[in-house]
């Protein structure tokens, strides 16, 4: 079993009395927001930790923006950014990163001019394969002391309310 580094890592830099047992989490501990911020940071650092190798760590979208767009060519910045939550200004600025990295291209659309669709490059359809696998294993071993059952379980509570909000929130064309 891989090791999860980043985590291993942040946890040598706690104290040797931490201990999760003695620590009184007040109101945080009945809090849903409190673990899913929790859990969303640690599962950032170690995909951060997962995808230095293939040039996409840091900052969130990158792998978002790569695979829906893999998946749904011609897809516009803004349906991308409602559905990875991103505002138009960050939405801009990674679709920038990832054109000058040369993994992604925007076209004028063809049946409406004022739009623009975005296709993943040469260079960045051939990462498709390599990133997908990378990000699949990662959250098997992240997510690894789940039975399947729990998982499918988890899995279906956060797809309800992520569907939740993002049907109720307009995208912004």
């Known amino acids: 079993m891989m090791r999860n580094t980043a985590i291993s890592r942040r946890n040598a830099q706690a104290p040797k009395t931490f201990d999760y047992r003695n620590i009184d989490f007040d109101v945080f501990g009945e809090l849903l927001s409190f673990f899913v911020r929790s859990v969303n940071l640690l599962v950032s650092q170690d995909l951060d930790d997962t995808m230095t190798p293939h040039g996409l760590a840091g900052g969130t979208g990158k792998i978002s923006t790569m695979l829906l767009v893999a998946a749904n060519p011609g897809l516009r910045p803004s349906v991308l950014a409602h559905f990875i939550r991103k505002d138009r200004s960050a939405m ?15 076209k004028i659309s063809k049946s409406e ?10 260079s960045g359809r051939r990462m498709v394969p390599k ?42 064309e």
Do not use: C, N, W
């Not at 990378?134 to 509570?157: N, P, T, V, W």
């Open 113 to 122: 001019r004022r739009a623009r669709e975005l296709t993943l490059t040469p």
């Open 131 to 172: 990133v997908r696998a990378a990000i699949l294993r990662q959250d098997a071993r992240f997510f690894g002391m789940l039975s399947k059952e729990e998982r499918k379980q988890l899995l279906g509570l956060l797809r309800k309310v992520y569907k939740h909000y993002v049907d109720m929130v307009p995208t912004r």
């Open 92 to 106: 801009g600025k990674l679709i920038e990163r990832m054109e000058r990295a040369g993994l992604v291209e925007q």
